[in-house]
């Protein structure tokens, strides 16, 4: 009988991240200074991260330890299974074969927490008491007040003002890890002051928020900043889960022709997909096709330009390289929260870029239909972010249902929607709306682009 799950020991968690910055043809651009404009140093981070993320973030070694302490939080619900998505197969009748990783074990309930842990270990180690960041729908903010809470660090979390008001849930986890939670824009810091100066009902945004944590952390003693995606330290955790991956599909032999995973930032799969990234990077399987999926309304790696940007809406944050939208883009309200980001992850547009990777886009309805499709089959109700990619995986499997093809098929299965349910009711109901590509609105920020 075939698995259904691939499992691993605990002690087969890895015992080292990939950095594929060992193994990229070009060194990535370097990061810019928002206000001088001039390549970033490890001394212009300080004010705002710990030293050896510093590091990690600059590092160009192959492999990093992972701490012993952060493996043996990992230990909570690592190694992730691997699934064979049988019951799918059979109700679409393709000959593919498809496969998942499931990140949705973590205590938060998404891949977040191997890069939160991390983060957290390292703030206490160099004596930060405090963390201060964004969160969105509130999936980082969660795994940040579960990492900090096992650290004994204090964590403060700006949720932009709209999930704050319509999604209390989240909002409640992280108050039980014992983070302070306030709706962004807030009066606490001079970014939001402004903002809320010429728009009192401003419902907030990612940038901004990011904004008002950065401030928070520069001004405030023993306080650091963190993040929960797009930067190279957080994707180089979150290979924790290629890692295991490569193992799983070792153990029975398989070795996938196509990769799909959703991207807000890019961090859960740039996690799943670098190792596999790096192999192609050295001429190995060349016809493996990893592609990114994200929203319509949100297109920044189908529709984007590939250029210099500001991280975040006040622009206290490095200029980077990487597809954007416009840092002061704000997208149509989707229930993808976490797919609302303007920009992406410098290393995986790097990738993209230079063809190693591709990218699709899709509505929110058709990738609701896929999900339900998926929870009737599979069971699980997984993230509005994580049915971005279903959609792919099961639009793919119907292709070769046509041709006949036996493809093997992976996605990267990213946290559960338990929290999400309000946007499965919206579409059962059918009043989800598809936005089309702003196109307008796009247009405009994107003449905000710094100069470089
Ligand atoms: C936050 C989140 C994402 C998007 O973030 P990435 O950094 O692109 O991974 C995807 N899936 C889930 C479940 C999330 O919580």
Known sequence: MEQIKILLDENEIPKQWYNIQADLPTPPKPYLHPATKEPVKAEDMAPVFPMELIKQEMSTERWIPIPEEVRDVYRLWRPTPLYRAKRLEEKLNTPAKIYYKWEGVSPPGSHKPNTAVAQAYYNMKEGVERLATETGAGQWGSALAFGTCLFDLDCTIYMVKISYEQKPYRRILMEIWGAEVFPSPTKRTNVGKKILEKDPECTGSLGIAISEATEDAVTHEGTKYSLGSVLNHVLLHQTVEGLELKKQFEQIDVYPDYMFGCVGGGSNFAGQCFPFVGDKLKGENPDLQVISCEPTACPTLTKGIYAYDYGDTAMLQPIALMYTLGHDFVPPPIHAGGLRYHGDAPLLCKLTYEGYMGAVAYHQNPVFEAATLFAQTEGFVV??????????????????????????????????????????????????????????????????????
């Open 383 to 452: 993230a509005p972010e994580t049915a971005h990619c279903v959609k792919a995986a099961i639009d793919e499997a119907r292709r070769c249902k046509e041709t006949g093809e036996e493809k093997i098929i992976f996605f990267a299965n990213s946290g559960h929607g338990h929290f999400d349910l309000a946007a499965y009711d919206a579409y059962h109901n059918g009043k989800l709306v598809d936005y089309e590509y702003p196109i307008d609105l796009v247009k405009q920020s994107l003449e905000k682009l710094p100069k470089i």
